[in-house]
């Protein structure tokens, strides 16, 4: 799966920009981020259709974005979960760039993880997530 990480001016609209157009072309979100830094907003978004939303989020203006790969982790619904696997990566020195909830059942939480670009492969590695 892919992160599309989007730097924009903190406005009022410029999520519901982002969504609208992405959802305009069918592009699905499977999970999302959204904080204002000061006068800037960071938004990042997973989805499985990168490439039309990438070429599309050209057509927002002031806005700049970037796309990585992620590592989506199952994990059971419970508390202490995310402890143990950022504990995990932490005892190997592997450096987080962002985590967040990237959807949810009763049973099974999934976590967008996304560790340094030096760090991706070993992360897989330890959370035994094979390429």
Same mark, same amino acid.
């Given at each position: 799966?892919?992160?599309?990480?989007?730097?924009?001016?903190?406005?009022?609209?410029?999520?519901?920009?982002?969504?609208?157009?992405?959802?305009?072309? +069918?592009?699905?979100? $499977?999970?999302?981020? =959204?904080? =204002?830094?000061?006068?800037? +907003?960071?938004?990042?978004?997973?989805?499985? $259709?990168?490439?039309?939303?990438?070429?599309?989020?050209?057509?927002? &203006?002031?806005?700049?974005?970037?796309?990585? $790969?992620?590592?989506?982790?199952?994990?059971?619904?419970? &508390?202490?979960?995310?402890?143990?696997?950022?504990?995990?990566?932490?005892?190997?020195?592997? $450096?987080? /760039?962002?985590?967040?909830?990237?959807?949810?059942?009763? /049973?099974?939480?999934?976590? =967008?993880?996304?560790?340094?670009?030096?760090?991706?492969?070993?992360?897989?590695?330890?959370?035994?997530?094979? &390429?």
């Amino acid at each position: 799966m892919k992160e599309i990480t989007i730097r924009a001016e903190n406005r009022v609209g410029v999520l519901a920009d982002v969504a609208e157009l992405l959802g305009g072309l +069918g592009v699905n979100i $499977d999970g999302i981020s =959204a904080q =204002a830094e000061g006068e800037s +907003g960071v938004i990042r978004v997973l989805t499985n $259709d990168s490439k039309t939303a990438l070429k599309s989020l050209s057509k927002i &203006p002031g806005i700049k974005f970037k796309e990585s $790969d992620i590592i989506v982790v199952d994990m059971p619904n419970r &508390p202490g979960e995310l402890g143990k696997i950022t504990r995990k990566l932490a005892n190997k020195g592997i $450096d987080l /760039e962002s985590v967040y909830l990237a959807g949810r059942t009763s /049973e099974i939480t999934h976590m =967008a993880i996304k560790p340094s670009k030096e760090s991706f492969a070993k992360a897989r590695e330890v959370l035994g997530i094979k &390429p």
